[in-house]
Nanobody, 124 residues
Framework: QVQLVESGGGLVQAGGSLRLSCAASGRTFSSYVMGWFRQAPGKEREFVAHIRWSGWSAYYADSVKGRFTISRDNAKNTVYLQMNSLKPEDTAIYYC?????????????????WGQGTQVTVSS
């Protein structure tokens, strides 16, 4: 079991950057695949990125590839999402998620644990 708390959201202008953090509890953190999802008003939750146990393999949604970077620091029990070249369409609540099972890590149904979300707003 792991408890997740996101932080780092805020208001930025288009082209700016933010770094989101997801602090996880528990000493089993390194065994979890960690994902980031986002949900804009009136839209369904969508996959953003995930990173596997080693921290050396990651996968990104096409919409953020080349702009966002997911990373993890197992010693600090923290996962990050570095967001560069932000666009207004990136505006959403961003959620951190964790799973210790499954295979389709782009699918939110694979994740067992979720944070409360942090708001990211990008102005034009």
């Amino acid at each position: 079991q792991v408890q997740l708390v996101e932080s780092g959201g805020g208001l930025v202008q288009a082209g700016g950057s933010l770094r989101l953090s997801c602090a996880a509890s528990g000493r089993t953190f390194s065994s979890y695949v960690m994902g980031w999802f986002r949900q804009a008003p009136g839209k369904e939750r969508e996959f953003v990125a995930h990173i596997r146990w080693s921290g050396w393999s990651a996968y990104y949604a096409d919409s953020v590839k080349g702009r966002f970077t997911i990373s993890r620091d197992n010693a600090k029990n923290t996962v990050y999402l570095q967001m560069n070249s932000l666009k207004p369409e990136d505006t959403a609540i961003y959620y951190c998620a964790a799973t210790n099972s499954g295979s389709y890590y782009y699918n939110d149904a694979e994740y067992e644990h979720w944070g409360q979300g942090t708001q990211v707003t990008v102005s034009s």
